[in-house]
Protein backbone atom coordinates (compact mmCIF):
# COMPACT_ATOMS: atom_id res chain seq x y z
CA UNK A 1 0.00 0.00 0.00
CA UNK A 2 1.26 3.58 -1.06
CA UNK A 3 -0.16 6.66 0.28
CA UNK A 4 0.78 9.67 -1.36
CA UNK A 5 0.62 13.32 0.65
CA UNK A 6 -1.98 15.19 -0.64
CA UNK A 7 -2.76 18.60 1.35
CA UNK A 8 -2.35 20.24 5.16
CA UNK A 9 -5.01 22.51 6.30
CA UNK A 10 -5.00 25.87 8.50
CA UNK A 11 -8.37 27.42 9.18
CA UNK A 12 -8.17 31.64 8.96
CA UNK A 13 -10.06 34.52 9.59
CA UNK A 14 -9.01 36.70 6.93
CA UNK A 15 -8.60 34.43 3.63
CA UNK A 16 -7.20 37.03 1.21
CA UNK A 17 -4.65 38.39 4.11
CA UNK A 18 -3.60 34.69 5.01
CA UNK A 19 -3.35 34.08 0.75
CA UNK A 20 -1.36 37.25 0.36
CA UNK A 21 0.98 36.05 3.17
CA UNK A 22 1.05 32.67 1.84
CA UNK A 23 2.14 33.82 -1.63
CA UNK A 24 4.62 36.41 -0.64
CA UNK A 25 6.01 34.38 1.97
CA UNK A 26 6.56 31.06 0.51
CA UNK A 27 5.38 31.61 -3.40
CA UNK A 28 2.30 29.84 -2.80
CA UNK A 29 -0.83 30.32 -5.33
CA UNK A 30 -4.32 29.47 -5.39
CA UNK A 31 -4.88 26.22 -7.60
CA UNK A 32 -8.32 25.85 -6.80
CA UNK A 33 -11.30 26.88 -4.19
CA UNK A 34 -14.27 25.46 -2.76
CA UNK A 35 -17.49 27.68 -1.76
CA UNK A 36 -20.38 26.06 0.15
CA UNK A 37 -23.38 26.40 -1.64
CA UNK A 38 -25.08 28.36 1.50
CA UNK A 39 -21.76 30.58 1.72
CA UNK A 40 -20.82 29.26 5.40
CA UNK A 41 -17.05 28.37 4.28
CA UNK A 42 -14.76 28.85 1.63
CA UNK A 43 -11.99 26.31 0.73
CA UNK A 44 -8.71 27.72 -0.70
CA UNK A 45 -6.05 25.31 -2.03
CA UNK A 46 -2.38 26.48 -2.13
CA UNK A 47 0.27 25.19 -4.39
CA UNK A 48 3.96 25.96 -5.58
CA UNK A 49 3.39 24.97 -9.10
CA UNK A 50 5.66 21.54 -8.80
CA UNK A 51 4.29 19.35 -6.68
CA UNK A 52 0.67 18.01 -5.84
CA UNK A 53 0.82 18.98 -2.05
CA UNK A 54 -1.17 21.59 -1.08
CA UNK A 55 -2.14 24.32 1.75
CA UNK A 56 -5.91 24.41 2.05
CA UNK A 57 -6.86 27.83 4.20
CA UNK A 58 -10.66 26.68 5.46
CA UNK A 59 -12.67 30.28 6.11
CA UNK A 60 -15.80 29.62 7.94
CA UNK A 61 -18.52 32.86 8.04
CA UNK A 62 -19.93 32.62 10.92
CA UNK A 63 -16.39 33.02 13.05
CA UNK A 64 -15.10 36.06 14.63
CA UNK A 65 -12.69 34.33 17.22
CA UNK A 66 -9.25 33.65 16.92
CA UNK A 67 -8.21 29.91 16.64
CA UNK A 68 -6.80 28.02 19.68
CA UNK A 69 -3.71 26.67 18.47
CA UNK A 70 -2.81 25.72 21.95
CA UNK A 71 1.28 25.69 22.69
CA UNK A 72 2.39 25.67 18.87
CA UNK A 73 3.62 22.32 19.35
CA UNK A 74 2.32 21.75 15.28
CA UNK A 75 3.60 23.25 12.61
CA UNK A 76 4.06 23.08 8.34
CA UNK A 77 7.73 22.83 7.56
CA UNK A 78 8.88 23.31 4.02
CA UNK A 79 11.90 23.20 2.26
CA UNK A 80 14.48 25.99 0.45
CA UNK A 81 17.25 26.06 -1.78
CA UNK A 82 18.43 29.65 -0.73
CA UNK A 83 17.84 29.55 3.11
CA UNK A 84 20.10 32.99 3.36
CA UNK A 85 17.75 34.75 0.64
CA UNK A 86 14.30 33.24 2.77
CA UNK A 87 15.96 34.45 6.13
CA UNK A 88 16.29 38.06 5.10
CA UNK A 89 13.32 37.80 2.94
CA UNK A 90 10.97 36.46 6.04
CA UNK A 91 12.97 39.53 8.17
CA UNK A 92 12.19 42.19 6.35
CA UNK A 93 8.21 40.74 6.71
CA UNK A 94 8.96 40.90 10.42
CA UNK A 95 7.27 37.19 10.44
CA UNK A 96 9.78 35.18 12.02
CA UNK A 97 9.17 34.12 15.25
CA UNK A 98 12.09 31.75 16.38
CA UNK A 99 15.66 31.18 14.70
CA UNK A 100 17.68 28.02 15.88
CA UNK A 101 21.25 28.61 13.97
CA UNK A 102 22.62 25.26 15.34
CA UNK A 103 19.90 23.51 13.45
CA UNK A 104 19.65 25.41 11.06
CA UNK A 105 16.42 26.16 10.91
CA UNK A 106 13.95 28.89 11.43
CA UNK A 107 9.77 29.67 12.18
CA UNK A 108 7.89 32.16 10.30
CA UNK A 109 4.25 33.10 11.77
CA UNK A 110 1.16 33.64 9.72
CA UNK A 111 -1.32 36.17 10.52
CA UNK A 112 -3.42 33.61 12.47
CA UNK A 113 -0.92 32.81 14.34
CA UNK A 114 0.06 29.21 12.98
CA UNK A 115 4.22 28.28 12.88
CA UNK A 116 5.78 27.07 9.78
CA UNK A 117 9.33 25.70 9.88
CA UNK A 118 11.82 26.84 7.25
CA UNK A 119 14.63 24.25 6.83
CA UNK A 120 17.64 24.23 4.07
CA UNK A 121 17.16 21.65 1.00
Not at 7 to 26: C, P
Not at 35 to 53: M, N, Q, W
Request: proline share 2%.
Amino acid sequence: MKFTFNHFNFNVLNLEKSIMFYEKALGLKEVRRKKAEDESFILVYLGDGKTDFTLELTWMKDRINPYNLGDEEFHLAVATDNYEEALKKHKEMSCIKLINQSMGIYFITDPDGYWIEIVKK
